[in-house]
């Protein structure tokens, strides 16, 4: 194995499994600054970026296999180095978050760096593997939540921790600021510090701030309905975000015998839908039954759009590595959503998603500026991001593909209404969709019987044993 962690460490057992223990042995958090000096100055985030909606962490974890080719390489030390080199780059990575006059975000670039922590694990890849799916039940012991960095203004805006494992592979675990970047964004900046990393002296696209291109207009003007930030009353006491401390979470693999299932439940007209769709449908439909959600009530389903690639000439450059998404909401009532057929719901996820255009998404940065950087509606919610098109798997440092790469876990804030789509292979090697879902107990029951009905009550035959591949937390 590569070299020991330096004498001043911290030790912590976890159980990731009823069968696995684990110790994980961390050096102290390091600041990592840009390899060398970069400009000092103050750069705005956009409207888009700052919204209360995104003023969060978000953890994400790439898993490694043991690659002989690299047994003389220490990944500590090649991912540390070239994560200097990458913030010359990002060198806004490096500042800290500062909030002026109308709560408007910006960056101080002061190149104070980002808090990167070594450490060791004494277990092998193999004995970790029944774990590669979110919730990673040992997050904390694989991502050092270093005290004092859970606030968005005035602290680092990545934390970083290498664990080596006892066979030459590793964990990389990142925590990253919201308001600076999306899935897309973070994809283009971890792949930018893996080419570096195998040895290149710049990334191969160049990154581009830019966050003027998504500011509100002035003077600043809502043209577009936006259901997403209505602001309506709470009478379901809580669908949105409950006490941590009383849910479960819970994986779930869709691979093609599930999608499948799926598609047979929807008319001809229906068939061109994409599976986000069509699995977004069925998550919103079977969440609002097993959270027995009063006929009358509306309920909100919230989906990503991507503005990158949506529209011709593109609405932000290549490069540009901020916030570029709406989130618009379909909207219905509970007694529509699980009374009509399944293809109700999908068609409202397929045309909500439609309505968003260049107007819809400068309409939205107006909004922030109108109604002070609003969140979202959070009764009776739910958000479903997609971060398949991030290839966070393929990011590759030198060890090859990971064998997961994505989010950690489900949530956002301190609430379970949010779930990522996220690319991952079962252990038959099928390709497929995990997503993970947080409820109370008793509902998550209901939310596995009816996720069972939708997809086995069709007089078709069963896959073999397990329906799901799921985890609990």
């Given at each position: 194995?590569?070299?020991?962690?330096?004498?001043?460490?911290?030790?912590?057992?976890?159980?990731?499994?009823?069968?696995?223990?684990?110790?994980?042995?961390?050096?102290?958090?390091?600041?990592?600054?840009?390899?060398?000096?970069?400009?000092?100055?103050?750069?705005?985030?956009?409207?888009?970026?700052?919204?209360?909606?995104?003023?969060?962490h978000v953890p994400v974890l790439l898993i490694y296999q043991n690659e002989p080719s690299m047994a003389d390489k220490d990944p500590v030390e090649v991912i540390r180095k070239a994560l200097a080199q990458t913030?010359?780059?990002?060198?806004?990575?490096?500042?800290?978050?500062?909030?002026?006059?109308?709560?408007?975000?910006?960056?101080?670039?002061?190149?104070?760096?980002?808090?990167?922590?070594?450490?060791?694990?004494?277990?092998?890849?193999?004995?970790?593997?029944?774990?590669?799916?979110?919730?990673?039940?040992?997050?904390?012991?694989?991502?050092?939540?270093?005290?004092?960095?859970?606030?968005?203004?005035?602290?680092?805006?990545?934390?970083?921790?290498?664990?080596?494992?006892?066979?030459?592979?590793?964990?990389?675990?990142?925590?990253?600021?919201?308001?600076?970047?999306?899935?897309?964004?973070?994809?283009?900046?971890?792949?930018?510090?893996?080419?570096?990393?195998?040895?290149?002296?710049?990334?191969?696209?160049?990154?581009?701030?830019?966050?003027?291109?998504?500011?509100?207009?002035?003077?600043?003007?809502?043209?577009?309905?936006?259901?997403?930030?209505?602001?309506?009353?709470?009478?379901?006491?809580?669908?949105?975000?409950?006490?941590?401390?009383?849910?479960?979470?819970?994986?779930?693999?869709?691979?093609?015998?599930?999608?499948?299932?799926?598609?047979?439940?929807?008319?001809?007209?229906?068939?061109?839908?994409?599976?986000?769709?069509?699995?977004?449908?069925?998550?919103?439909?079977?969440?609002?039954?097993?959270?027995?959600?009063?006929?009358?009530?509306?309920?909100?389903?919230?989906?990503?759009?991507?503005?990158?690639?949506?529209?011709?000439?593109?609405?932000?450059?290549?490069?540009?590595?901020?916030?570029?998404?709406?989130?618009?909401?379909?909207?219905?009532?509970?007694?529509?959503?699980?009374?009509?057929?399944?293809?109700?719901?999908?068609?409202?996820?397929?045309?909500?998603?439609?309505?968003?255009?260049?107007?819809?998404?400068?309409?939205?940065?107006?909004?922030?500026?109108?109604?002070?950087?609003?969140?979202?509606?959070?009764?009776?919610?739910?958000?479903?991001?997609?971060?398949?098109?991030?290839?966070?798997?393929?990011?590759?440092?030198?060890?090859?593909?990971?064998?997961?790469?994505?989010?950690?876990?489900?949530?956002?804030?301190?609430?379970?209404?949010?779930?990522?789509?996220?690319?991952?292979?079962?252990?038959?090697?099928?390709?497929?969709?995990?997503?993970?879902?947080?409820?109370?107990?008793?509902?998550?029951?209901?939310?596995?019987?009816?996720?069972?009905?939708?997809?086995?009550?069709?007089?078709?035959?069963?896959?073999?044993?397990?329906?799901?591949?799921?985890?609990?937390?």
């Open positions: 194995m590569a070299s020991s962690p330096a004498p001043n460490t911290h030790s912590n057992m976890a159980s990731p499994s009823p069968s696995l223990m684990f110790t994980v042995r961390r050096c102290q958090p390091e600041l990592v600054a840009p390899a060398i000096p970069t400009p000092n100055e103050l750069k705005l985030l956009s409207d888009i970026d700052d919204q209360d909606s995104l003023r969060f913030l010359v780059f990002y060198y806004p990575f490096a500042g800290r978050l500062r909030e002026g006059p109308g709560r408007k975000l910006m960056v101080d670039c002061t190149g104070e760096g980002v808090l990167f922590t070594e450490a060791d694990a004494d277990v092998t890849f193999d004995q970790f593997r029944d774990n590669l799916q979110p919730p990673i039940p040992c997050l904390e012991e694989l991502l050092y939540d270093v005290p004092g960095t859970q606030e968005i203004t005035n602290t680092p805006l990545l934390l970083v921790q290498v664990t080596r494992l006892k066979c030459g592979g590793f964990i990389l675990a990142i925590r990253f600021n919201h308001t600076m970047s999306d899935a897309s964004g973070l994809s283009q900046f971890l792949n930018a510090w893996a080419e570096i990393a195998r040895g290149a002296t710049k990334p191969s696209i160049s990154p581009l701030w830019r966050r003027e291109l998504l500011m509100a207009r002035d003077p600043p003007r809502i043209t577009c309905n936006h259901r997403e930030y209505e602001q309506v009353p709470d009478t379901n006491k809580g669908t949105f975000s409950s006490n941590e401390d009383d849910m479960v979470h819970r994986s779930f693999f869709f691979g093609p015998v599930e999608i499948a299932a799926l598609r047979r439940l929807i008319p001809d007209h229906l068939q061109k839908c994409s599976t986000f769709d069509i699995i977004t449908a069925c998550l919103w439909r079977c969440r609002t039954k097993a959270l027995q959600i009063e006929a009358h009530e509306d309920v909100r389903m919230m989906v990503i759009v991507n503005a990158r690639a949506r529209f011709n000439p593109p609405m932000v450059p290549v490069g540009y590595y901020g916030n570029a998404f709406a989130f618009p909401a379909a909207v219905t009532t509970a007694g529509k959503l699980c009374q009509n057929p399944f293809g109700y719901a999908v068609e409202l996820i397929n045309k909500v998603k439609g309505e968003v255009t260049e107007e819809y998404i400068q309409s939205a940065a107006d909004l922030m500026v109108i109604k002070g950087r609003c969140l979202f509606t959070t009764v009776s919610s739910f958000i479903v991001s997609d971060t398949t098109r991030g290839k966070f798997r393929n990011v590759d440092f030198g060890w090859g593909d990971a064998v997961f790469g994505g989010p950690a876990k489900g949530g956002i804030g301190a609430s379970s209404a949010v779930t990522y789509f996220i690319p991952i292979k079962n252990p038959k090697g099928e390709e497929g969709i995990i997503f993970v879902i947080g409820l109370d107990a008793e509902a998550m029951e209901r939310f596995v019987k009816e996720l069972n009905d939708m997809l086995w009550n069709q007089n078709q035959p069963q896959r073999n044993g397990a329906k799901f591949i799921k985890s609990t937390l």
